[in-house]
């Protein structure tokens, strides 16, 4: 059985506990987020610049998503260059462009209230646990790329740093997901598009 990730953060007990645990789960947060994209494409109002604006931001999200998925090597080296040398997580950074995307496409102030309270629940509590276990893996490393590098947000862009880096197709779309994630996404757009048409 897998460890909980929470317990590698200072455990705390009662409801505090239990929503920790709740909020260390990946599976939790990737499946909501999964959904919640799914949300948007069945709500969604009609609005052609709008939703095409959206569609356009979540597909720039799910590029540099896989873009970073090809130059990381989980575990085993520490990413500094690509996606990573303009923030620590670009994974999330991506997230953020894709929720936000569908969430302008669906034109819906109740799912953008959602997604914001998703990524304020979810993401400090995920951006904690990863800093912390690379951390332990790299040290001084990770602690010197810290020090130059935000957590999601970009603070500034090395250009040199951000195309100098290898990107592997299989890494990205094979073992790391991205070819389902894009395929799933896909699909979600067109239903959102025949849905504002509806």
Not at 11 to 27: C, K, M, Q, T
Not at 98 to 106: K, M, T
Not at 181 to 196: E, F, N, P, R, V
């Amino acid at each position: 059985m897998t460890r909980d990730r929470s317990e590698s953060m200072s455990p705390r007990s009662g409801l505090a506990g239990w929503f920790d645990r709740l909020r260390y789960r990946e599976i939790y947060r990737q499946v909501l987020g999964l959904f919640l994209v799914a949300v948007c494409a069945w709500l969604a109002a009609p609005g052609d610049t709008r939703i095409l604006a959206g569609l356009a931001l979540a597909a720039l999200g799910q590029v540099f998503r896989t873009y970073a998925a090809g130059t990381i090597f989980k575990n085993r080296q520490l990413a500094t260059r690509g996606a990573y040398s303009l923030v620590r997580h670009p994974l999330y950074l991506g997230n953020v462009l894709i929720l936000g995307g569908f969430a302008l496409a669906a034109g819906s102030a109740v799912l953008w209230a959602v997604i914001v309270a998703f990524f304020l629940v979810w993401y400090p509590a995920a951006v904690r646990y990863e800093d912390a276990k690379l951390e332990r893996l790299f040290e001084d490393e990770w602690r010197e790329w810290r020090g130059r590098t935000n957590a999601i947000f970009p603070g500034r862009i090395d250009w040199r740093a951000f195309t100098d880096a290898q990107w592997s197709p299989r890494q990205s779309l094979i073992r790391n997901g991205e070819l389902y994630i894009t395929l799933y996404l896909a699909a979600c757009a067109i239903g959102l598009w025949l849905q504002s048409r509806a």
